[in-house]
């Protein structure tokens, strides 16, 4: 059974950083990927990473202040955030797809039950 469980969100203030884990259990995948969604919004891509060449991608909001990362012996990916706005605020969803650096919602496999991020300004 696969399971992806994140870590890491909470509250924080403009300007200050977090780091967000993800652990997945069950499987390998060929990306894994952070979205987010804000109340009243769409999720949205916010970047991934693939799990072979650690290939990444960024959603241009976001480009230069977050960096995704991934650890094969502890099956893990980590999305550190750093440069934190008050519209970072969101939940951020840890998802795994067989397909290879994507940011469509729809070729996800798998997602987690999201962590709450919350920046105050």
């Known amino acids: 059974q696969v399971q992806l469980v994140e870590s890491g969100g909470g509250l924080v203030q403009a300007g200050g950083s977090l780091r967000l884990s993800c652990a997945a259990s069950?499987?390998?995948?060929?990306?894994m990927g952070w979205f987010r969604q804000a109340p009243g919004k769409e999720r949205e891509f916010v970047a991934a990473?693939?799990?072979?060449?650690?290939?990444?991608d960024y959603a241009d909001s976001v480009k230069g202040r977050f960096a995704i990362s991934r650890d094969k012996a502890k099956n893990t990916v980590s999305l550190q955030m750093n440069s934190l706005k008050p519209e970072d605020t969101a939940v951020y969803y840890c998802?795994?797809?067989?397909?290879?650096?994507?940011?469509?919602?729809?070729?996800?496999?798998?997602w987690g039950q999201g962590t709450q991020v919350t920046v105050s300004s």
């Open positions: 069950g499987r390998t995948f060929s990306s």
């Open positions: 998802a795994a797809s067989r397909y290879i650096t994507v940011r469509i919602t729809t070729l996800y496999d798998y």
């Open positions: 990473i693939t799990w072979t060449r650690s290939t990444t």
